[in-house]
Nanobody, 120 residues
Framework: QVQLVESGGGLVEPGGSLTLSCAASGSSFSTFAMNWYRQAPGKGRELVAGITSDGGHTNYSDSVKGRFTISRDNANNTAYLQMNNLRSEDTAVYSC?????????????WGQGTQVTVSS
């Protein structure tokens, strides 16, 4: 069982920056790939960024590429999403997700989400 707790959301002006954190409980954090998703009002959930369990590979949606950076600290069981040059369309609830495969079994866990609002 893994519990995920996001923090770092808030209100920021367009062009500003925020860093989201996702703190994980348990000793198996380094076996999970970590992902950040977001969901804006009236829209579906969007995968924003992902990072492999060892941090060696990352991927981003086209909408955030070049502005957001995902990273992780396996020693401290935490994943991050650095968000720069924020736009109004980045306004959403951001949730972190931990995922791993064990043979045919897929373990996946979600945090409760943190609100990011980009507005002047």
């Amino acid at each position: 069982q893994v519990q995920l707790v996001e923090s770092g959301g808030g209100l920021v002006e367009p062009g500003g920056s925020l860093t989201l954190s996702c703190a994980a409980s348990g000793s198996s954090f380094s076996t999970f790939a970590m992902n950040w998703y977001r969901q804006a009002p009236g829209k579906g959930r969007e995968l924003v960024a992902g990072i492999t369990s060892d941090g060696g590979h990352t991927n981003y949606s086209d909408s955030v590429k070049g502005r957001f950076t995902i990273s992780r600290d396996n020693a401290n069981n935490t994943a991050y999403l650095q968000m720069n040059n924020l736009r109004s369309e980045d306004t959403a609830v951001y949730s972190c997700n931990a995922k791993r495969r064990r043979g045919r079994v897929v373990d996946t866990y979600w945090g409760q989400g943190t609100q990011v609002t980009v507005s002047s």
